[in-house]
């Protein structure tokens, strides 16, 4: 069995949202008051304060005059908010994500309701402290049987309200093929593969720029705190959710097709976060959405019962002639196409680095080879070792 998250659009009653903005609103403000607490208990009195402490505050809090409308909402959300701050703590102190920031009113919000807090009943979704049933819009059915543990309610900044709803269904895997490909990811192409296939980017940001630069401009021009603002901003932001939709829409129905038609894929395990920091490229990297569709192919693989086989950042895929495996010293962004020097085999820069990638990737698979230039024969094959400084071993 395996937890899966079904996403749906609905348009509450003038209730519903009223009940439903003041609930995004106490969840807002109980993470942020607690966020505070945490930061100022160990800033000022060296005190590690978890989530039973803030819990215990929350009660505190309900009890005052000044937060006694934290009462008229459900209780669960408010809850759930804090065990997503400890977790937040938690990726930090890993070292997986950032300091938590506050949440803020102009991006929407979420809440999370668990079992105790909703009723799921004759196909309708009842939210607690509310007598209608929220009018969802089933664009697909949930699967036979399934019930779901946890529904969270979100507030795009856009205005638009959707419904995440987390059930627990069994996925059939896939029939097992022969397939395998190897997928080289770029900028002008999105995806280019072994077999010489370049699909393109759609460039969803490019589509609309000129709308959004109008729509920007027009934002910038309106007096602050003024209603006619309000109604800038949602322009704005509903250009925007028109590129995230998009986008997300090309690469689910592109990840879907590689699975189902792939038994082994081999990508390279690019460094996105390091990437971005030029300037030049990183407005193209990040509407190329490299980190989703690898996350996506991830997800995906498994649950279907393929294999994904992420090859490391470092294997010289475009410098390496796929022919005799000659490595060049220099290969510059702008040379799309080249002369092995060793061989004289011609060589279409991305189509030869989709074949080192599957090449590396079932060498990886089979026997678990080592990739790094470094460390395998590609140094022999004439790659110069690279000269960065060892990293200090953690204490």
């Avoid at 937040?88 to 938590?100: E, I, L, M, Q």
């Avoid at 059915?141 to 205005?159: D, E, F, Y």
């Amino acid at each position: 069995m395996t937890l899966k998250a079904f996403s749906y659009r609905f348009y509450p009653t003038p209730e519903q949202e009223s009940l439903l903005r003041r609930t995004l609103g106490c969840t807002r403000l109980v993470y942020n008051r607690a966020l505070v607490a945490r930061t100022q208990g160990w800033y000022e009195d060296q005190k590690r304060i978890g989530y039973a402490e803030t819990s215990s505050m929350l009660t505190e809090w309900k009890k005052t005059e000044e937060l006694d409308f934290l009462n008229e909402v459900s209780c669960v959300p408010l809850q759930q908010c804090l065990r997503h701050l400890q977790t937040a703590y938690t990726n930090f102190f890993d070292g997986r994500a950032k300091y938590p920031n506050f949440k803020k009113k102009r991006n929407g919000g979420s809440a999370e309701f668990t079992k105790s807090a909703f009723k799921f009943k004759n196909g309708q979704v009842y939210l607690a402290k509310c007598a209608q049933a929220l009018p969802i819009r089933w664009s697909r059915t949930l699967p036979s049987g399934a019930t779901p543990s946890t529904l969270s309610v979100k507030l795009a900044p856009s205005g638009r309200w959707s419904v995440s709803l987390l059930v627990d269904v069994e996925i059939k895997t896939l029939p097992s093929c022969d397939n395998q490909v190897g997928i080289d990811l770029g900028i002008a192409s999105l995806l280019t593969l072994d077999t010489g296939e370049k699909i393109t980017n759609p460039k969803g940001f490019k589509a609309k720029y000129r709308k959004l630069r109008r729509a920007q401009k027009s934002l910038s021009r309106k007096q602050k705190g003024s209603n006619n603002r309000h109604k800038a901003r949602l322009k704005v932001a509903r250009v925007h959710q028109e590129i995230t939709d998009a986008r997300k829409d090309n690469l689910h129905k592109l990840t879907t097709q590689l699975v189902r038609e792939n038994q082994t894929i081999a990508i390279e395990d690019l460094a996105v976060k390091n990437m971005v920091t030029n300037r030049k490229l990183a407005l193209a990297i990040n509407d190329a959405s490299w980190g989703e569709l690898v996350r996506q192919l991830e997800y995906k693989c498994k649950w279907y019962g393929r294999t994904l086989i992420k090859i490391d950042r470092w294997f010289p895929s475009s410098k390496r002639c796929g022919n005799c495996g000659h490595i060049v010293e220099k290969m510059p962004l702008n040379i799309r196409e080249w002369d092995c020097p060793n061989c004289g085999t011609h060589h279409d820069r991305d189509i030869n680095a989709a074949k080192n990638i599957l090449a590396a990737g079932l060498a990886v698979a089979v026997c678990g080879a080592t990739v790094r230039p470094e460390q395998s024969k590609s140094v022999k094959a004439g790659a110069k070792p690279r000269q960065g400084q060892k990293q200090k071993p953690k204490s």
